[in-house]
């Protein structure tokens, strides 16, 4: 696999952990870009950040709704079963046992 492939999968993972800790399962994308570039060092652009959410949103991993210039990401319950080890999303990074 590419180091893009890589990084994509990654950042995948990233951001299904980052709508599972909101209490509300939801986030939008600048807030999710931003915790890619500060926590993680992945410095992409917003609309990279999109391009991202859709591909979670064809897995059935997350919803989008587009507001202005962002889009807000509510996480599915498949989601959420891949984040907590119970599905595996290809395209997705496997979550670490006990992470």
Same mark, same amino acid.
């Given at each position: 696999?590419?180091?893009?492939?890589? *990084?994509?999968? !990654?950042?995948?993972?990233? *951001?299904?952990?980052?709508?599972?800790?909101? =209490?509300?399962?939801?986030?939008?994308?600048?807030?999710?870009?931003? $915790?890619?570039?500060?926590?993680?060092? *992945?410095?992409?652009?917003? $609309?990279?950040? !999109?391009?991202?959410?859709?591909?979670?949103? $064809?897995?059935?991993?997350?919803?989008?709704?587009? &507001?202005?210039?962002?889009?807000?990401?509510?996480?599915? &319950?498949?989601?959420? $079963? !891949?984040?907590?080890?119970?599905?595996? *999303?290809?395209?997705?990074?496997? =979550?670490? =046992?006990?992470?």
């Amino acid at each position: 696999m590419s180091m893009d492939g890589v *990084i994509r999968e !990654h950042a995948r993972l990233i *951001i299904l952990r980052d709508l599972a800790e909101q =209490p509300d399962r939801r986030w939008n994308s600048e807030a999710l870009r931003e $915790d890619l570039e500060m926590r993680w060092a *992945i410095t992409r652009t917003r $609309d990279w950040v !999109h391009e991202e959410l859709r591909f979670l949103e $064809d897995m059935g991993a997350v919803a989008r709704v587009k &507001q202005a210039s962002v889009q807000i990401a509510s996480l599915t &319950q498949k989601g959420l $079963d !891949h984040v907590e080890g119970r599905v595996v *999303i290809t395209g997705v990074k496997r =979550p670490s =046992p006990g992470a």
